[in-house]
């Protein structure tokens, strides 16, 4: 396989592979806010537990999940590179300090749960109950800071829409969490969560509708974008999920508002997606068929992720059926 | 305030120094859980019960902790060099995707059921979680080592300009990935996996034989902890002698491929013919310890011997020098010294090898207090060891990022400050040793409160689960 091949002969099957990886990038990223967005929901649940054995049961929920679930961050990391290295490189050197302190947030929130179940002394557990609800609130509110920082093109870290969108991903978070905690754990526990699942949904429902507002008022770039045919409908999408949600929680349709949960994650970073393209590093003006790497590493990566992003579903679908309905606490080893 | 390059290439020094430990642990501990899982489900005996809670213990605090401690290191690459993720992209990234892709994936979803799934799963699904998490650690090493030696020997490319920027493209994958220094360093790395967890396991299991049978203290599983020491010790017999063995090789293809890293090894700095080996060095001034010439240097010299080596065989062979290349020169001193320690390293553990196999063919193991000693000391030793070739290997190739390629200090982010790279440089110093401390502290616990007790199989059936999970109204 000299000089690449039939590997350089244009595009697969002249696929539209910038687009598709555009998509892609999108796609993990949102696999990756749905999935370790309910384990940093249950870390701010946890705050509003105070007592000790259900904290252990929600730490004993996201056991054996949350290590997989951050992986879609490495993999959505190694995609961006893989596919748009010049977006790899400025974007997060640009956002350098926002950078590092999502990183440190994600520490925090990983390390936090398994040094919790070292000890069962009451200082220990206090303090690192604390790192964990710090970690998994800080992460996703960062992680939202700089989504919206992508999307606007802003090239400062704290900047309106920036908090808010900080806010929205938390609150969706937690709307996440409690849909995920209700098909894990059991009794009174699940019955209560029903009322933070409510609050949740309410506070998520008006912070996207301020930052759809902000957008409107203050980003004219993307306000064309903003009333396109994909963008409504992804709107008007998410209200019918949050109606979804809502309904299935109050009749304990536990997987059904599971599913409404990963409909609102998917739909806000479409709308994210949607309104970003075709550009991909807004801030410098970069399109995604100016940034996508060259053709043989394009097909090789297509051909990659194709055989394998089946199989990464086969595994989580392996785990989650291994450990599907509710988890007890002793459970392990 | 550090300079950008300075304070980028630190912290990715420091943040891989640490993040390293906990790969070592899983790659080299994977393979002897796959074994105790397997003769766990067979034998059904609770030694090998035993040995696959303990170890899946440390297995997982390493796995998290290199988890938090690796996703930074990715990262880094887009924060601090940026311009050379930008120039290298179509090289580097896809190693990257493909190990978050076809590795991690892998490792990570099978973990949770390896670690948390014994009373969810049968043996059979659980047998393949065990292999599962063990290819997942194997293959990760595939791909960052295919990233990784593409930067010491690239091939496969095409240079060009973009913009006044020089760009690398991927014209032959197959060459670029399966470039010459790949297999060396996988197969050097892999290897050294092991051994540094066969000392860990070796030097533990002679702590507690130690204190139970010279000591005379009572000490609780003793049987799990001679267990432990004996694998140990046959995984090192088999591990130590290999990595001597390759890393002579590895050290020959570095002679021909990155001929000026070789010379700072060696710290050769005039060429010459008929090179000595200076098998033990002397540092007699601070002049010696700081800024090392073989020729002035006070030590065992084999005549010829380095050109021996180098050249596999022919005591005349010429080694060029330092001063042939055009500067800056890597660090002489960092390398020189790394490389005598790792070498010294390696023969030690071969001493010990030998040693500990003598006394077991004797049935003497358990009664050398001398060897417990030797054994305990060289815990860390190994990954100690592999910190060492690391330092040779990234130290001993600058000043290139990738060797006659791009610069280092060219790959730096453009936009990146003096202040905002020193801050997350201390930052995460701090960072990293707390974390450092404190996989320490957990795994000292672990192995203070030894191993579980054997579960009594047939209390833990699980009853069965309630039905309410799927839309029934509580």
């Not at chain 1, 004219?220 to 045919?229: G, M």
């Not at chain 2, 887009?78 to 892998?106: C, I, K, Q, R």
Request: hydrophobic residues 55%; aromatic residues 14%.
């Amino acid at each position: 396989m000299t000089d690449g091949g039939w590997l350089a002969n244009g595009p697969l099957f002249d696929l539209p592979l910038a687009d598709i990886w555009f998509g892609l990038v999108f796609f993990i990223f949102a696999m990756f806010l749905f999935l370790d967005g309910f384990d940093f929901g249950v870390g701010l649940l946890f705050a509003t537990r105070e007592d000790s054995h259900e904290r252990e049961q929600l730490l004993a929920a996201i056991g054996p999940f949350w290590d997989g679930n951050e992986v879609w961050l490495v993999v959505f990391g190694g995609a961006l590179f893989a596919a748009f290295p010049a977006v790899y490189g400025n974007l997060f050197s640009r956002h350098y300090l926002l950078m590092f302190a999502i990183l440190g947030a994600l520490i925090i929130r990983g390390l936090a749960p398994e040094m919790y179940e070292q000890r069962h002394d009451e200082n220990w557990q206090r303090w690192w109950g604390r790192a964990f609800i710090v970690g998994s609130v800080t992460a996703p509110f960062f992680l939202g800071m700089f989504t919206a920082n992508w999307l606007v093109g802003a090239t400062t870290i704290i900047t309106l829409p920036s908090l808010v969108v900080g806010l929205t991903v938390v609150a969706l978070t937690v709307v996440d969490g409690v849909a995920f905690l209700r098909l894990k754990t059991r009794g009174e526990l699940r019955a209560d969560l029903r009322t933070d699942g409510y609050r949740a949904l309410g506070a998520y429902l008006v912070l996207v509708v301020l930052t759809l507002a902000y957008i409107a008022v203050a980003v004219p770039d993307l306000r064309s974008a903003l009333v396109s045919p994909l963008v409504v409908a992804l709107i008007v999408l998410t209200l019918i999920l949050a109606g979804v949600y809502a309904v299935a929680t109050s009749r304990d349709r536990y997987y059904v508002a599971f599913v409404a949960a990963a409909g609102l994650v998917f739909s806000l970073v479409s709308i994210v997606a949607g309104l970003m393209y075709p550009a991909i590093d807004p801030a410098v003006g970069l399109t995604v068929d100016a940034a996508i790497v060259s053709t043989v590493p394009l097909n090789l990566m297509s051909i990659g992720a194709g055989l394998l992003l089946p199989l990464i579903f086969i595994y989580f679908g392996v785990l989650y059926s291994a450990f599907s309905g509710p988890i007890d606490v002793e459970e392990s080893y | 305030m550090l300079e950008p390059v300075a304070a980028s290439r630190l912290q990715f020094a420091v943040t891989t120094i640490v993040h390293i430990i906990f790969p070592v642990m899983s790659m080299g501990l994977a393979p002897f859980l796959i074994y105790f899982t397997w003769k766990d489900i067979r034998t059904g005996k609770p030694i090998y019960e035993q040995l696959r809670r303990f170890w899946t213990k440390i297995f997982a605090i390493s796995f998290v902790v290199g988890t938090v401690t690796g996703i930074v290191l990715e990262f880094e690459f887009g924060t601090n060099f940026a311009v050379f993720s930008t120039a290298a992209g179509d090289l580097f990234g896809g190693p990257l995707a493909l190990e978050g892709m076809m590795a991690f994936m892998l490792e990570a979803t099978f973990l949770g059921i390896f670690v948390f799934g014994r009373q969810r799963v049968g043996n059979v699904l659980y047998m393949i979680s065990a292999v599962a998490v063990g290819i997942g650690t194997w293959l990760s090493a595939v791909w960052i080592l295919v990233a990784n030696s593409w930067m010491q020997t690239p091939r496969g490319y095409e240079l060009a300009s973009e913009n006044g920027q020089q760009v690398v493209t991927l014209v032959d994958p197959l060459a670029a990935y399966l470039n010459p220094r790949f297999i060396w360093m996988y197969v050097h790395m892999q290897n050294a996996a092991v051994e540094s967890v066969a000392l860990v396991l070796a030097g533990l299991g002679a702590y507690f034989v130690f204190r139970h049978h010279i000591w005379g203290y009572p000490i609780e599983n003793v049987e799990f902890w001679e267990t432990t020491l004996k694998f140990g010790l046959i995984a090192l017999i088999i591990t130590a002698p290999l990595q001597v063995l390759h890393g002579d090789l590895y050290a020959r293809h570095v002679f021909e491929t990155q001929p000026q890293k070789f010379a700072a090894m060696e710290a050769i700095w005039e060429t010459e013919s008929y090179v000595p080996e200076y098998i033990i060095a002397f540092p007699t001034s601070m002049q010696d310890l700081l800024d090392p010439r073989a020729k002035d240097i006070f030590g065992i010299g084999i005549p010829g011997g380095a050109s021996w080596l180098a050249s596999g065989g022919d005591p005349q062979a010429t080694i060029r020098g330092l001063e042939e290349f055009e500067g800056p020169q890597p660090p002489v001193a960092l390398v020189f010294w790394s490389f005598r320690a790792m070498v010294g390293l390696g023969f030690w553990f071969i001493l010990l090898a030998v040693w500990g196999g003598y006394r077991w063919v004797r049935g003497q193991l358990l009664e050398d207090d001398l060897l417990h000693l030797a054994l305990m000391a060289s815990t860390p030793l190994g990954i100690f060891a592999v910190h060492l070739g690391w330092v040779v290997t990234e130290v001993g190739r600058q000043p290139w990022i990738i060797q006659d390629i791009m610069k280092t200090s060219a790959g730096v982010s453009s936009d990146l400050t003096g202040t905002e790279a020193t801050v997350t440089l201390a930052g995460f110093t701090v960072v990293y040793l707390a974390l450092l401390v404190l996989y320490l502290y957990v795994v000292a616990r672990i192995v203070r409160s030894g191993p579980p007790a054997p579960a009594d199989r047939t209390v833990t059936e699980r009853p069965e689960t309630p039905t309410d999970e799927v839309g029934a109204d509580d």
